[in-house]
């Protein structure tokens, strides 16, 4: 593929990030950044967070991993409506009642002081470490396809593309975010829909019927897995599907920033509705084009790579028309970034409110410039986060993904369940080591599962056990009064 093309593509779709960018941070103020001075409009909210929840793991790493685990993913997608169900009509009232900005704050109220820090501080080591590699797995791909061909190191590169996310961000925060968001996810969802028609006309597809045909007739589209010992059964599947919605979106600042900028909490869960029809259909798209793509490369014998993450992107590259090569970069792109940009400005909201307290301490006038700091820092965070998973990684985004949540918000999850659910309150200053301890034991109990519990073997459900070990904890050293 054309490095000049793709060089041309990219910088076009940058100039309409910065452009919107520059409309949106107009007229800010010192809350803007954090609030987006809560005018948002709950169907932009709902459209934009898509891409956000997709990013460019599901873009790549979902399509390869059919050929890995067949459709077994979608046994996920059908426990996230359950938790997304979850987080419209109990976290998001609270929410609102409470009108807060950071939702870590609650624990504050709820349990105290070191509450409050442990929940704020797994959020940006979890959220850190899960944009991070969502943005290694994406700045790869264009090293591959473009940088490499210029002759520019990866760090380089990389440098480059949380530097471009900085500056689209650093002003209008979280109101440039939403818009920003829609437009990409628009890209990212026009990508895969004309990736599908494309390859499907390469396979003789004819019409939508015969895709559906075609596609649920390959012994890779199976979507059930029954036997109660594999990581990938349907129970383990759907119900940490819900629990991982619940925590990588109830629990997480970075996507109920986005819904606190609504007008009201009616237009919330109304987003919180739309966004979960529009995310079930978009999955059931990415492993439909899955199994297209094993098609293609079987029908023309081409070999497929170790790693089914470089499935999608070698075919587009070296295979597919320039048009499709271009769309795919495209598509790629706006994956990327529709993730990393708003997981920037959450990790920024947390840091100044939860640990700095910046609008308590600080007058306005001062919060600008602390922010603007602790922007840059972040940036720089992320940079180095990507590098160490570049020496590191061996395995699928999508499960290093899924790994990393289950260990690092299972003590939020306990947290949140004990203060939700009970009337209890606890000893506040040992929570910290209750939530260092918590997902230690997990680690412990999943790695000797198969020989300590009859060949069972745990997958995602770890965030389970490790929120039920902090729920555990956490009722041990409760305050008896």
């Known amino acids: 593929m054309n490095p000049q093309i793709v060089l041309i593509v990219i910088s076009f779709y940058f100039l309409l990030l910065f452009l919107i960018s520059w409309f949106t941070s107009r007229k800010v103020t010192a809350e803007t950044f954090f609030t987006g001075d809560?005018?948002?409009?709950?169907?932009?909210?709902?459209?934009?967070?898509?891409?956000?929840s997709l990013s460019g793991v599901t873009f790549i790493s979902v399509p390869g991993e059919v050929g890995n685990s067949n459709f077994y993913y979608f046994q996920v997608v059908l426990g996230y409506?359950?938790?997304?169900?979850?987080?419209?009509?109990?976290?998001?009232?609270?929410?609102?009642?409470?009108?807060?900005?950071?939702?870590?704050?609650?624990?504050?109220?709820?349990?105290?002081?070191?509450?409050?820090?442990?929940?704020?501080?797994?959020?940006?080591?979890?959220?850190t470490?899960?944009?991070?590699?969502?943005?290694?797995?994406?700045?790869?791909?264009?090293?591959?396809?473009?940088?490499?061909?210029?002759?520019?190191p990866f760090w380089v590169s990389v440098l480059i593309t949380?530097?471009?996310i900085w500056i689209y961000t650093h002003r209008?925060?979280?109101?440039?975010?939403?818009?920003?968001?829609?437009?990409?996810?628009?890209?990212m969802l026009a990508s895969v829909v004309v990736c599908i028609k494309l390859v499907g006309d390469e396979l003789g597809f004819s019409g939508v019927m015969d895709y559906i045909q075609r596609v649920s007739?390959?012994?890779?589209?199976?979507?059930?897995?029954?036997?109660?010992?594999?990581?990938?059964?349907?129970?383990?599947?759907?119900?940490?599907?819900?629990?991982?919605?619940?925590?990588?979106?109830?629990?997480?600042?970075?996507?109920m920033q986005k819904n606190l900028t609504c007008r009201n909490i009616g237009d919330a869960q109304k987003n919180m509705f739309w966004f979960t029809v529009i995310l079930v259909i978009v999955n059931l798209l990415f492993l439909g084009l899955g199994v297209m793509l094993y098609?293609?490369?079987?029908?023309?014998?081409?070999?497929?790579?170790?790693?089914?993450?470089?499935?999608?992107?070698?075919?587009?590259?070296?295979?597919?028309?320039?048009?499709?090569?271009i769309i795919f970069v495209l598509g790629i792109t706006a994956a990327a970034y529709s993730s990393a940009d708003s997981t920037l400005t959450a990790l920024t909201t947390s840091f100044c409110i939860d640990f700095l307290e910046i609008e308590r301490k600080y007058p306005q006038e001062k919060r600008v410039t602390i922010r603007k700091k602790v922007h840059l820092a972040f940036t720089l965070v992320m940079f180095v986060a990507i590098m160490v998973f570049?020496?590191?990684?061996?395995?699928?985004?999508?499960?290093?993904?899924?790994?990393?949540?289950?260990?690092?918000?299972?003590p939020l999850l306990g947290l949140y369940s004990f203060g939700l659910f009970t009337k209890w309150n606890v000893k506040d200053r040992v929570v910290p080591y209750l939530a260092v301890a918590a997902p230690t034991l997990t680690f412990i109990i999943s790695s000797n599962s198969e020989d300590w519990f009859w060949g069972y073997k745990f997958g995602f459900e770890a965030l389970i056990l490790n929120g039920l070990l902090m729920f555990l904890g956490l009722y041990l050293f409760r305050k008896k009064s």
């Not at 944009?131 to 061909?149: G, M, T």
């Not at 209008?172 to 990409?184: F, H």
């Not at 570049?390 to 993904?401: A, F, K, L, R």
Request: aromatic share 18%.
């Open 38 to 52: 809560r005018q948002s409009p709950w169907f932009l909210v709902a459209f934009g967070m898509i891409g956000a």
């Open 81 to 127: 409506t359950l938790g997304y169900f979850t987080i419209a009509k109990v976290l998001l009232p609270l929410y609102y009642r409470l009108n807060l900005v950071s939702i870590y704050s609650y624990l504050e109220d709820r349990f105290g002081f070191w509450s409050y820090k442990t929940g704020a501080f797994f959020f940006i080591l979890s959220r």
């Open 129 to 152: 470490l899960g944009s991070s590699l969502r943005v290694f797995l994406v700045a790869s791909v264009l090293q591959l396809i473009l940088f490499d061909s210029l002759g520019i």
């Open 162 to 164: 949380v530097g471009l």
């Open 172 to 187: 209008g925060g979280i109101k440039t975010v939403v818009w920003t968001d829609t437009l990409q996810t628009f890209f």
């Open 217 to 255: 007739e390959d012994p890779r589209s199976d979507i059930f897995n029954w036997d109660w010992k594999a990581g990938t059964n349907f129970f383990k599947q759907f119900i940490s599907g819900a629990f991982i919605t619940i925590v990588m979106t109830g629990l997480d600042q970075d996507m």
């Open 295 to 325: 098609l293609y490369a079987e029908t023309n014998g081409i070999s497929i790579p170790a790693r089914t993450d470089e499935l999608f992107p070698m075919l587009a590259t070296q295979h597919f028309s320039a048009f499709a090569g």
């Open 390 to 410: 570049h020496w590191i990684n061996d395995q699928s985004v999508i499960n290093s993904v899924f790994v990393v949540a289950g260990y690092t918000y299972g």
